[in-house]
Protein backbone atom coordinates (compact mmCIF):
# COMPACT_ATOMS: atom_id res chain seq x y z
CA UNK A 1 0.00 0.00 0.00
CA UNK A 2 1.25 3.58 -0.55
CA UNK A 3 1.69 6.33 1.83
CA UNK A 4 -1.06 8.68 2.20
CA UNK A 5 -0.21 12.12 0.34
CA UNK A 6 -3.32 14.70 2.04
CA UNK A 7 -2.24 16.61 -2.00
CA UNK A 8 -4.06 13.34 -3.71
CA UNK A 9 -7.77 12.96 -2.98
CA UNK A 10 -7.06 9.17 -4.24
CA UNK A 11 -4.37 8.56 -1.84
CA UNK A 12 -5.43 5.99 0.66
CA UNK A 13 -6.20 6.14 3.87
CA UNK A 14 -3.16 6.51 6.38
CA UNK A 15 -2.92 4.77 9.42
CA UNK A 16 -3.89 8.42 11.25
CA UNK A 17 -7.33 7.51 10.03
CA UNK A 18 -7.50 10.52 7.15
CA UNK A 19 -10.00 10.44 4.91
CA UNK A 20 -8.65 9.37 0.73
CA UNK A 21 -11.04 8.40 -2.10
CA UNK A 22 -14.49 9.39 -2.34
CA UNK A 23 -14.24 10.48 1.55
CA UNK A 24 -11.65 12.92 1.08
CA UNK A 25 -12.28 16.26 1.38
CA UNK A 26 -13.02 18.22 -1.57
CA UNK A 27 -11.02 20.17 -3.11
CA UNK A 28 -11.90 22.78 -6.05
CA UNK A 29 -10.43 21.88 -9.33
CA UNK A 30 -8.49 24.94 -10.88
CA UNK A 31 -7.15 26.09 -7.86
CA UNK A 32 -3.40 25.80 -7.33
CA UNK A 33 -2.48 22.58 -5.68
CA UNK A 34 -6.13 20.93 -7.18
CA UNK A 35 -5.96 17.77 -8.72
CA UNK A 36 -6.34 17.72 -12.57
CA UNK A 37 -10.04 17.13 -13.98
CA UNK A 38 -10.44 13.66 -14.94
CA UNK A 39 -10.82 12.95 -18.68
CA UNK A 40 -15.07 11.78 -18.84
CA UNK A 41 -16.35 8.19 -20.03
CA UNK A 42 -16.62 7.91 -24.03
CA UNK A 43 -20.42 8.63 -25.25
CA UNK A 44 -22.73 5.22 -25.25
CA UNK A 45 -24.25 4.35 -28.67
CA UNK A 46 -28.15 4.52 -28.42
CA UNK A 47 -29.96 1.15 -27.52
CA UNK A 48 -30.89 -1.44 -30.29
CA UNK A 49 -33.96 -1.95 -28.33
CA UNK A 50 -35.35 1.68 -28.28
CA UNK A 51 -34.49 2.03 -32.29
CA UNK A 52 -36.77 -0.99 -32.95
CA UNK A 53 -39.64 0.63 -31.11
CA UNK A 54 -39.07 3.44 -32.83
CA UNK A 55 -39.37 1.70 -36.30
CA UNK A 56 -42.32 -0.23 -35.10
CA UNK A 57 -44.18 2.99 -34.49
CA UNK A 58 -43.25 4.56 -38.01
CA UNK A 59 -44.69 1.24 -39.59
CA UNK A 60 -47.87 1.42 -37.53
CA UNK A 61 -48.44 4.93 -38.35
CA UNK A 62 -47.81 4.13 -42.29
CA UNK A 63 -50.58 0.84 -41.96
CA UNK A 64 -53.07 3.43 -39.98
CA UNK A 65 -52.78 5.93 -42.79
CA UNK A 66 -53.86 3.17 -45.87
CA UNK A 67 -56.50 2.11 -43.91
CA UNK A 68 -57.66 5.36 -43.60
CA UNK A 69 -57.39 5.76 -47.20
CA UNK A 70 -59.04 2.38 -48.38
CA UNK A 71 -62.31 3.27 -45.94
CA UNK A 72 -62.63 6.74 -47.01
CA UNK A 73 -61.82 6.32 -51.03
CA UNK A 74 -64.98 6.61 -52.80
CA UNK A 75 -65.93 3.00 -54.10
CA UNK A 76 -67.66 2.50 -57.49
CA UNK A 77 -71.36 2.58 -57.97
CA UNK A 78 -72.88 -0.49 -56.58
CA UNK A 79 -76.77 -0.81 -55.29
CA UNK A 80 -76.09 -3.78 -53.05
CA UNK A 81 -78.68 -5.29 -54.69
CA UNK A 82 -77.12 -5.33 -57.87
CA UNK A 83 -78.09 -7.46 -60.77
CA UNK A 84 -81.35 -8.42 -59.71
CA UNK A 85 -84.39 -9.12 -62.03
CA UNK A 86 -87.85 -9.82 -61.09
CA UNK A 87 -90.16 -11.52 -63.31
CA UNK A 88 -92.86 -13.55 -61.96
CA UNK A 89 -91.93 -15.99 -59.07
CA UNK A 90 -87.76 -15.82 -60.82
CA UNK A 91 -85.41 -13.83 -58.95
CA UNK A 92 -81.99 -13.71 -60.62
CA UNK A 93 -79.53 -14.34 -57.34
CA UNK A 94 -76.79 -11.60 -55.95
CA UNK A 95 -73.18 -12.96 -55.93
CA UNK A 96 -73.01 -14.35 -51.83
CA UNK A 97 -70.10 -12.17 -50.66
CA UNK A 98 -66.94 -14.30 -49.52
CA UNK A 99 -66.06 -15.35 -45.77
CA UNK A 100 -64.92 -12.35 -44.19
CA UNK A 101 -66.68 -10.26 -46.72
CA UNK A 102 -69.49 -7.67 -45.32
CA UNK A 103 -70.84 -6.24 -48.47
CA UNK A 104 -71.62 -7.77 -52.05
CA UNK A 105 -68.55 -7.17 -54.06
CA UNK A 106 -68.76 -5.01 -57.57
CA UNK A 107 -69.45 -7.53 -60.00
CA UNK A 108 -67.53 -7.29 -63.45
CA UNK A 109 -68.28 -10.94 -65.03
CA UNK A 110 -71.52 -12.55 -66.00
CA UNK A 111 -70.01 -15.58 -64.20
CA UNK A 112 -70.13 -14.63 -61.24
CA UNK A 113 -73.17 -14.52 -60.54
CA UNK A 114 -74.81 -17.78 -59.53
CA UNK A 115 -78.02 -17.76 -61.76
CA UNK A 116 -75.46 -18.15 -64.52
CA UNK A 117 -73.13 -20.56 -63.37
CA UNK A 118 -72.56 -23.40 -65.76
CA UNK A 119 -74.11 -21.25 -68.57
CA UNK A 120 -72.47 -22.35 -71.97
CA UNK A 121 -72.66 -19.91 -75.16
CA UNK A 122 -75.36 -17.90 -75.74
CA UNK A 123 -78.20 -19.33 -77.74
CA UNK A 124 -81.83 -19.74 -78.41
CA UNK A 125 -81.13 -23.46 -77.88
CA UNK A 126 -82.62 -24.75 -80.91
CA UNK A 127 -81.69 -26.02 -84.35
CA UNK A 128 -84.80 -24.29 -85.62
CA UNK A 129 -83.78 -20.81 -84.47
CA UNK A 130 -80.19 -20.16 -85.13
CA UNK A 131 -80.65 -16.64 -86.72
CA UNK A 132 -80.27 -15.06 -83.54
CA UNK A 133 -77.44 -12.90 -82.14
CA UNK A 134 -76.41 -12.02 -78.70
CA UNK A 135 -74.09 -9.69 -77.50
CA UNK A 136 -70.37 -10.70 -77.37
CA UNK A 137 -69.58 -12.63 -74.11
CA UNK A 138 -73.16 -12.88 -73.08
CA UNK A 139 -74.17 -15.63 -71.04
CA UNK A 140 -78.43 -17.18 -71.13
CA UNK A 141 -80.18 -19.29 -69.33
CA UNK A 142 -83.67 -20.91 -70.18
CA UNK A 143 -85.49 -20.27 -67.75
CA UNK A 144 -88.96 -21.31 -68.02
CA UNK A 145 -91.10 -24.24 -69.99
CA UNK A 146 -92.06 -22.95 -73.63
CA UNK A 147 -95.23 -21.53 -74.16
CA UNK A 148 -97.45 -21.15 -76.94
CA UNK A 149 -100.33 -18.02 -77.70
CA UNK A 150 -102.81 -17.72 -80.70
CA UNK A 151 -99.80 -19.98 -82.30
CA UNK A 152 -97.03 -18.33 -81.80
CA UNK A 153 -94.06 -20.23 -80.14
CA UNK A 154 -92.08 -18.67 -76.69
CA UNK A 155 -89.26 -19.50 -75.34
CA UNK A 156 -88.17 -17.29 -72.26
CA UNK A 157 -84.39 -17.09 -71.60
CA UNK A 158 -82.43 -14.91 -68.99
CA UNK A 159 -79.46 -12.96 -70.51
CA UNK A 160 -76.10 -11.34 -69.10
CA UNK A 161 -74.18 -9.38 -71.25
CA UNK A 162 -70.70 -7.86 -70.06
CA UNK A 163 -69.22 -4.25 -70.78
CA UNK A 164 -72.90 -3.01 -71.41
CA UNK A 165 -75.46 -0.37 -69.86
CA UNK A 166 -78.91 -1.11 -70.07
CA UNK A 167 -79.16 2.26 -71.70
CA UNK A 168 -77.04 0.95 -74.23
CA UNK A 169 -78.85 -2.49 -74.46
CA UNK A 170 -81.15 -1.21 -77.68
CA UNK A 171 -78.48 0.30 -79.40
CA UNK A 172 -76.10 -2.90 -79.30
CA UNK A 173 -78.66 -4.79 -80.53
CA UNK A 174 -79.53 -2.62 -83.42
CA UNK A 175 -76.32 -2.62 -84.56
CA UNK A 176 -75.57 -6.62 -84.23
CA UNK A 177 -79.11 -7.49 -85.31
CA UNK A 178 -79.73 -5.36 -88.47
CA UNK A 179 -76.49 -6.19 -90.16
CA UNK A 180 -77.44 -9.82 -90.54
CA UNK A 181 -81.29 -8.85 -92.05
CA UNK A 182 -83.30 -8.42 -88.62
CA UNK A 183 -85.75 -5.34 -88.80
CA UNK A 184 -87.42 -3.76 -85.79
CA UNK A 185 -90.74 -5.28 -85.37
CA UNK A 186 -93.99 -2.66 -85.58
CA UNK A 187 -96.84 -3.26 -83.45
CA UNK A 188 -98.64 -4.64 -86.40
CA UNK A 189 -95.89 -7.40 -86.49
CA UNK A 190 -95.49 -7.83 -82.82
CA UNK A 191 -97.23 -11.28 -81.81
CA UNK A 192 -98.02 -11.85 -78.07
CA UNK A 193 -95.47 -11.49 -75.92
CA UNK A 194 -92.68 -9.30 -77.81
CA UNK A 195 -92.21 -6.32 -75.55
CA UNK A 196 -91.49 -2.54 -76.73
CA UNK A 197 -87.79 -3.58 -77.82
CA UNK A 198 -88.03 -6.32 -80.51
CA UNK A 199 -86.77 -7.46 -83.80
CA UNK A 200 -88.03 -9.79 -86.45
CA UNK A 201 -86.37 -11.97 -89.26
CA UNK A 202 -88.35 -13.41 -92.00
CA UNK A 203 -87.29 -16.05 -94.28
CA UNK A 204 -89.31 -16.16 -97.53
CA UNK A 205 -88.33 -20.17 -97.92
CA UNK A 206 -91.52 -21.08 -95.95
CA UNK A 207 -93.93 -20.87 -98.95
CA UNK A 208 -95.84 -19.12 -102.00
CA UNK A 209 -98.23 -17.68 -98.68
CA UNK A 210 -96.41 -17.84 -95.95
CA UNK A 211 -92.42 -17.31 -94.76
CA UNK A 212 -90.83 -17.70 -91.89
CA UNK A 213 -90.30 -15.26 -89.10
CA UNK A 214 -88.63 -15.02 -86.04
CA UNK A 215 -88.70 -12.63 -83.30
CA UNK A 216 -86.71 -11.34 -80.33
CA UNK A 217 -88.10 -9.06 -77.57
CA UNK A 218 -85.67 -7.74 -74.56
CA UNK A 219 -87.46 -6.66 -71.37
CA UNK A 220 -86.92 -6.42 -67.51
CA UNK A 221 -83.09 -5.22 -67.96
CA UNK A 222 -81.22 -4.31 -64.77
CA UNK A 223 -77.73 -3.66 -64.57
CA UNK A 224 -74.44 -2.00 -62.41
CA UNK A 225 -73.15 0.20 -65.19
CA UNK A 226 -70.82 -2.84 -65.77
CA UNK A 227 -72.85 -5.91 -66.57
CA UNK A 228 -76.90 -6.13 -67.88
CA UNK A 229 -79.13 -8.96 -66.97
CA UNK A 230 -82.61 -8.52 -69.38
CA UNK A 231 -85.08 -11.13 -70.01
CA UNK A 232 -85.38 -12.19 -73.84
CA UNK A 233 -88.62 -13.91 -75.01
CA UNK A 234 -87.18 -16.01 -78.73
CA UNK A 235 -90.71 -16.42 -80.36
CA UNK A 236 -91.32 -18.73 -83.79
CA UNK A 237 -94.58 -17.41 -85.61
CA UNK A 238 -97.14 -19.45 -87.64
CA UNK A 239 -96.33 -19.87 -91.18
CA UNK A 240 -99.80 -19.92 -91.91
CA UNK A 241 -102.86 -19.33 -90.05
CA UNK A 242 -106.80 -18.26 -90.80
CA UNK A 243 -110.13 -19.69 -91.64
CA UNK A 244 -111.29 -21.03 -95.08
CA UNK A 245 -114.05 -22.94 -96.83
CA UNK A 246 -113.45 -25.56 -99.28
CA UNK A 247 -116.15 -25.93 -102.14
CA UNK A 248 -116.92 -27.30 -105.11
CA UNK A 249 -115.92 -24.21 -107.09
CA UNK A 250 -112.64 -23.95 -104.55
CA UNK A 251 -111.87 -27.24 -103.36
CA UNK A 252 -108.54 -27.50 -102.62
CA UNK A 253 -106.05 -26.41 -99.97
CA UNK A 254 -102.15 -26.12 -99.52
CA UNK A 255 -101.36 -26.18 -95.58
CA UNK A 256 -97.95 -24.64 -96.26
CA UNK A 257 -98.97 -22.08 -98.58
CA UNK A 258 -97.26 -24.03 -101.97
CA UNK A 259 -99.09 -25.48 -104.97
CA UNK A 260 -99.09 -28.76 -103.47
CA UNK A 261 -102.59 -29.70 -102.43
CA UNK A 262 -103.36 -31.31 -98.89
CA UNK A 263 -106.63 -31.56 -99.05
CA UNK A 264 -109.52 -31.84 -101.57
CA UNK A 265 -113.20 -31.44 -100.72
CA UNK A 266 -115.72 -33.50 -102.67
CA UNK A 267 -119.13 -33.63 -100.73
CA UNK A 268 -119.87 -33.11 -96.91
CA UNK A 269 -119.07 -36.66 -96.42
CA UNK A 270 -115.59 -36.98 -98.26
CA UNK A 271 -111.93 -34.40 -97.67
CA UNK A 272 -109.54 -36.44 -99.40
CA UNK A 273 -105.81 -36.26 -98.93
CA UNK A 274 -104.02 -36.32 -102.07
CA UNK A 275 -100.29 -36.17 -102.49
CA UNK A 276 -98.37 -37.15 -99.25
CA UNK A 277 -100.55 -35.46 -96.94
CA UNK A 278 -101.65 -37.08 -93.54
CA UNK A 279 -103.97 -36.69 -90.98
CA UNK A 280 -104.59 -37.70 -87.65
CA UNK A 281 -107.40 -37.06 -84.58
CA UNK A 282 -107.23 -35.14 -81.56
CA UNK A 283 -109.28 -34.49 -78.54
CA UNK A 284 -110.00 -31.15 -78.29
CA UNK A 285 -108.60 -29.67 -74.76
CA UNK A 286 -110.51 -27.73 -71.35
CA UNK A 287 -108.78 -24.59 -73.05
CA UNK A 288 -110.11 -24.76 -76.32
CA UNK A 289 -108.54 -24.97 -80.01
CA UNK A 290 -105.70 -22.26 -78.72
CA UNK A 291 -104.58 -24.95 -76.21
CA UNK A 292 -103.28 -27.43 -78.91
CA UNK A 293 -99.88 -26.78 -79.46
CA UNK A 294 -97.06 -27.87 -81.70
CA UNK A 295 -95.63 -30.36 -79.22
CA UNK A 296 -99.11 -32.27 -79.39
CA UNK A 297 -99.21 -32.36 -82.96
CA UNK A 298 -95.21 -33.71 -83.07
CA UNK A 299 -96.42 -36.13 -80.10
CA UNK A 300 -99.23 -37.68 -82.16
CA UNK A 301 -98.74 -40.67 -83.24
CA UNK A 302 -101.57 -41.82 -85.76
CA UNK A 303 -101.22 -40.43 -88.82
CA UNK A 304 -102.29 -41.77 -91.80
CA UNK A 305 -105.27 -42.27 -94.11
CA UNK A 306 -106.29 -41.11 -97.77
CA UNK A 307 -109.71 -39.04 -96.63
CA UNK A 308 -110.53 -37.36 -93.50
CA UNK A 309 -112.55 -39.99 -90.98
CA UNK A 310 -116.12 -39.14 -90.51
CA UNK A 311 -115.16 -38.36 -86.77
CA UNK A 312 -112.99 -35.34 -88.46
CA UNK A 313 -115.79 -33.94 -90.76
CA UNK A 314 -117.84 -33.11 -87.60
CA UNK A 315 -118.41 -29.81 -86.30
CA UNK A 316 -116.05 -28.68 -83.32
CA UNK A 317 -113.77 -31.25 -84.28
CA UNK A 318 -110.21 -31.08 -83.92
CA UNK A 319 -107.50 -32.69 -86.22
CA UNK A 320 -103.77 -32.72 -87.18
CA UNK A 321 -102.88 -32.53 -90.50
CA UNK A 322 -99.30 -33.45 -91.61
CA UNK A 323 -98.56 -31.59 -95.10
CA UNK A 324 -96.84 -32.70 -98.39
CA UNK A 325 -94.19 -30.52 -97.93
CA UNK A 326 -93.98 -32.17 -94.03
CA UNK A 327 -95.03 -29.17 -91.92
CA UNK A 328 -97.95 -29.68 -88.92
CA UNK A 329 -101.21 -28.11 -88.55
CA UNK A 330 -104.18 -27.84 -86.56
CA UNK A 331 -107.44 -27.64 -87.50
CA UNK A 332 -110.77 -26.72 -85.93
CA UNK A 333 -114.05 -27.97 -88.12
CA UNK A 334 -116.66 -24.95 -87.98
CA UNK A 335 -118.64 -25.96 -90.52
CA UNK A 336 -119.73 -29.37 -92.75
CA UNK A 337 -122.99 -29.56 -95.11
CA UNK A 338 -123.52 -30.09 -98.69
CA UNK A 339 -122.56 -26.35 -99.79
CA UNK A 340 -118.66 -27.03 -98.05
CA UNK A 341 -116.13 -27.38 -95.50
CA UNK A 342 -115.23 -24.60 -93.12
CA UNK A 343 -112.21 -24.75 -90.54
CA UNK A 344 -110.08 -22.52 -88.45
CA UNK A 345 -105.79 -23.91 -89.08
CA UNK A 346 -102.49 -23.44 -88.31
CA UNK A 347 -99.51 -24.60 -89.70
CA UNK A 348 -96.71 -24.22 -87.80
CA UNK A 349 -92.61 -23.89 -89.69
CA UNK A 350 -91.44 -25.36 -86.84
CA UNK A 351 -90.82 -25.89 -82.79
CA UNK A 352 -88.15 -24.96 -80.28
Same mark, same amino acid.
Given at each position: ?????? *????????????? #??????????? +?????????????????????????????????????????????????????????????????????????????? *??????????????? +???????? &??????????? #???????????????????????????????????????????????? $???????????????????? &????????????????????????????????? +?????????? #???????????????????? $??? &????????????????????????????????????????????????????????????????????????????
Amino acid at each position: MGSYDP *TNPYSPRDPSGAL #SGDNAPTVPYG +VPGSPVRPTPPPAQPPSRGRGAVIALLGAGIVVLLVVLVAVLMPRGRSSGTVIKIVTGSVVIPTLTPLPGQTATPRLT *TCAQLAYFAGAKTTS +VGSANFTD &AAFLAGSLAVI #SEADTESAGFQHRTLRVCSPNVTTDALAARYDALLLATGWTRATAADA $PVQCAALCWQHVNPSGGAAG &AIRHFLSIDGAQGNGVLSTYVMVATIAPLTAGT +VTLTAGQPDF #SADGTSAVDLHWVSAQRVEL $PNA &ALAASLTLPPGGFDAIHFNDLRAAKNFGGIQLTQDMLKNNVAGALKGTGGRLSKLLVTRSDAAGFAFTWVTYPAGF
